[in-house]
């Protein structure tokens, strides 16, 4: 199809989300059956939900090497197919920068309409992004981000700074519940090299910090359950007790419970981070020292679907005063406890 402009009005109401199961390896259509039936799925409202011209798009992500990753790719699949306007087609994952853009070149050379990409690294991948935007395909850049706004038409990601800040506010009300006025504090955090991890535990101190509270014990992982299990191991060795305990990932966090539960600890209470279904099912069960996960979901995968498919027809959000669909779309990390854990069931995945 030819492309329309950038610029043209529009009118989209961005909906719910997708979720299935599997890694997406070659191209699809929306006819193709998916690996899971998805469910929650979002077809517009409104104009948008009844098929427009026919839009290919491109996408690209990291390996699916672990659960969050995978259900991005899940995600973004699932909702392609729910539309019959959209054809999709993507690359298989890789951890490696220099694949990842040649991946993208081919895209780019094969002429798909509108481009979804999840970088293995934003910096490295900035220049390939920009090539496509010079190329008049449309990028939607998710989660993380390109060094230059230029490089990207419309971003999508998690808020890691309130992420870690809702984290801290959870823990703080808890341990006033609990009559604890120096409540000892440890945190499991991710790779401390990464920006994000950096904006997590800048928030979760923070939050603390208001409450008069701050954090006693820290380690970084790797985002792996073994390195979860192992730098948790070292954590429980150097405080003899503990009253709350955040962790950053929710795939990390099944070895972060296995340390808990092969040092026979119980007498805090931990937080988890991303929303998978396992921490979900420990929430909702009541037995388990998890009390809350702080969502970063990876459902923001379906709703940059959604955009590029959007952008590809030319049409924008709706109940907006502006033309156009915005820079920039934050999604917002909810605490889920066992309050409100049936309204996010749909969003969890699988560790």
């Not at 808890?174 to 955090?189: C, H, S």
């Not at 790797?222 to 150097?238: C, D, I, M």
């Not at 419970?257 to 009541?286: C, K, P, Q, T």
Request: aromatic letters at 6%; one cysteine or more; charged letters at 20%.
């Amino acid at each position: 199809m030819s492309r329309q402009p950038l610029f043209a009005r529009r009118r989209f109401l961005l909906g719910g989300t997708a979720l299935g199961a599997g890694v997406v390896l070659s191209a699809c259509t929306s006819n193709d059956a998916a690996q899971e039936a998805p469910r929650n799925v979002s077809v517009g409202a409104g104009d948008n939900a009844e098929p427009g011209p026919e839009v290919t798009i491109g996408f690209s992500a990291p390996a699916a090497d672990h659960g969050w990753m995978a259900a991005m790719t899940a995600y973004a699949r699932s909702q392609a197919e729910a539309f019959e306007d959209v054809t999709f087609t993507a690359t298989e994952g890789t951890n490696d920068s220099s694949q990842q853009i040649a991946q993208i070149e081919t895209l780019i050379n094969d002429g798909v309409d509108v481009l979804v990409i999840l970088p293995h690294d934003g910096a490295q991948l900035t220049a390939v992004g920009q090539q496509a935007m010079d190329a008049g395909i449309p990028v939607v850049n998710v989660d993380r981000v390109f060094d230059s706004p230029l490089a990207y038409r419309c971003w999508i990601g998690g808020d890691n700074y309130r992420m870690g800040v809702n984290a801290g506010d959870y823990i703080a009300e808890q341990m006033r519940e609990q009559g604890k006025d120096d409540p000892v504090i440890a945190e499991v955090a991710g790779i401390d090299s990464l920006p994000l991890t950096q904006e997590r535990s800048q928030g979760f101190a923070d939050a603390l910090a208001r409450h008069g509270f701050e954090v006693s014990h820290r380690v970084a992982a790797e985002f792996t359950v073994e390195s979860g299990e192992r730098q948790t191991s070292n954590l429980l060795q150097s405080a003899s007790s503990l009253d709350a305990l955040w962790n950053h990932d929710d795939d990390q966090g099944i070895g972060v419970l296995a340390a808990i539960e092969n040092a026979g600890r119980d007498e805090f209470i931990m937080v988890g981070g991303a929303g998978s279904l396992d921490m979900m099912d420990r929430i909702e069960s009541g037995e388990s020292v998890v009390k809350a996960t702080v969502l970063y979901s990876p459902s923001m995968c379906a709703s940059a679907i959604s955009l590029a498919r959007l952008l590809g027809q030319a049409k924008g959000l709706g109940d907006m005063a502006e033309h156009e669909i915005p820079a920039s779309i934050t999604t917002y990390s909810a605490v889920v406890t066992s309050d409100n854990v049936a309204e996010y069931r749909d969003v969890g995945f699988a560790s």
